[in-house]
């Protein structure tokens, strides 16, 4: 609990504060798509966030009190979650509802706001924090564009396949797509698990946060998805995620996708794409609004996206992102960047690397050429000229190079304050940090 000056506290959250987050967040949330009007789905969202959330409980909310009146003004809230980079726990925060009621602007709230978020995560070691939003603006808070998310092209409505329904004989791969039910949660979360063991980065949900996905919202929740799942006779390979309603645009959005056996790739995204235009046939005869695309928030490589059927280009987005202790975001990947020099046959051949951040450094300490710690160190007074320093790399550069957005050629590229002694130090840290697959569906 903060008290910055006389008037304003900043708090956690609490289940009695419901209601008057709702309204709050209602009223200025998404005003644009209700012409400045309370936004209904909003403030649904907000009731479920504060009743049963698998990922939340009241207190991940942070609230600005009005110490006048002793109304909340302005919150946030943090959903926690686990993902997994190529089989690397990761635990993370994604920071939603950032809001501010329109009398109280301009008292730094949501600087205050994060400060306390970001003291909190410090605290309970959680070191990757993700937000969508404001272009630019959460770059003054600590964050960095660091997560691709889109640039998968979208599909218009009409080169959609028709559905099985429509084709003489039905599916001939046998493989069709059908409403998920709670039902199918456990092989839901069975086909997470196994995705965790690939090399990308992913969110995996388990049996019970795959209930909630399906049946645990309000209809009216702004962050319900519809889930439908790939089968094979009575045999689940795979799902299929998109949004639950046509956007003003009259897209119907794709967010996550996934198909247990490589192999059916092919036939499972003509299926998912005939299933996706038979959804978005019925959501425009029953909304009165044309469905004119699919809109799939994907990664160009995705498998749906590359044996769809072609599209209009997208320009890649990206989720912002911020680590507080880049140093210990290292060394939570250490098993994995063991285990990419091991595959390369890469043995380092002092007793440690010392990667510096301008400001503090990583050192990694090495057992007969293999890494077996990750400790922080000061830094060095000048990285660049420092015999001890192996590599200066500024900690927004090395959150890219952690996560897999960008590789050591790409930063190189685009920060010259990105400084390697030798060739060899580039070779061991463009092995250490590919470029990987980005599967994510935050658990919003």
């Not at 009695?16 to 798509?33: G, K, M, P």
């Not at 640039?151 to 998920?180: I, K």
């Not at 290292?330 to 400001?359: C, F, K, N």
Request: aromatic residues 6%; glycine residues 8%; hydrophobic residues 40%.
């Amino acid at each position: 609990m903060t008290r910055e000056n006389d008037r304003y506290m900043v708090r956690p959250g609490r289940a009695s504060d419901a209601i008057e987050l709702a309204r709050l967040h209602a009223s200025v949330q998404l005003q644009a798509a209700t012409g400045g009007q309370p936004h209904p789905g909003i403030a649904a969202w907000v009731e479920d966030l504060l009743a049963g959330h698998p990922a939340v409980v009241p207190d991940d909310f942070l609230v600005a009190e009005d110490s006048t009146t002793g109304h909340p003004v302005a919150s946030l809230v943090g959903l926690r979650q686990d993902w997994s980079l190529a089989g690397v726990r990761l635990p993370v925060a994604q920071v939603e509802l950032v809001g501010t009621a329109p009398e109280h602007r301009g008292n730094r709230l949501t600087d205050r706001l994060f400060a306390a978020l970001h003291q909190r995560y410090a605290v309970g070691r959680v070191p990757v924090q993700i937000i969508e939003g404001i272009p630019y603006f959460y770059r003054r808070l600590g964050y960095d564009y660091a997560l691709a998310n889109d640039g998968a092209p979208t599909v218009p409505a009409t080169a959609l396949p028709a559905t099985e329904h429509d084709r003489p004989g039905g599916s001939r791969s046998g493989l069709t797509v059908r409403p998920a039910t709670v039902a199918d949660a456990d092989d839901l979360a069975d086909i997470d698990r196994r995705l965790t063991d690939g090399d990308a980065l992913v969110c995996p949900r388990d049996a019970e946060v795959w209930r909630y996905e399906i049946a645990g919202r309000r209809p009216a929740d702004q962050a319900r998805r519809t889930v439908a799942v790939l089968v094979h006779d009575a045999d689940v390979r795979g799902y299929l995620v998109h949004t639950a309603r046509l956007s003003s645009a009259g897209e119907l959005t794709v967010v996550a996708a996934a198909c247990t056996r490589p192999a059916d790739w092919p036939q499972a995204a003509v299926a998912m794409h005939a299933h996706l235009g038979h959804i978005g046939r019925r959501h425009e005869a029953s909304a009165g609004r044309p469905f004119t695309a699919v809109r799939r928030l994907l990664d160009p490589n995705h498998p749906l996206a590359r044996l769809g059927p072609p599209g209009i280009p997208t320009r890649p987005r990206g989720w912002y992102v911020r680590t507080g202790d880049p140093v210990d975001l290292l060394s939570r990947l250490l098993p994995l960047l063991r285990d990419r020099w091991q595959v390369a046959d890469l043995r380092w051949h002092e007793p440690a690397l010392t990667i510096d951040m301008y400001g503090r450094a990583a050192r990694l300490e090495f057992t007969d050429g293999e890494l077996a710690k990750v400790t922080a160190v000061s830094g060095a007074v000048s990285p660049s000229t420092d015999p001890q320093t192996h590599a200066a790399i500024p900690p927004g550069a090395l959150l890219q190079l952690a996560l897999g957005h960008r590789t050591l050629p790409e930063v190189l590229d685009t920060w010259p304050d990105c400084l390697l002694r030798d060739r060899l130090t580039e070779h061991f840290l463009t092995t250490a940090f590919p470029q990987v697959p980005v599967r994510i569906w935050p658990r919003n």
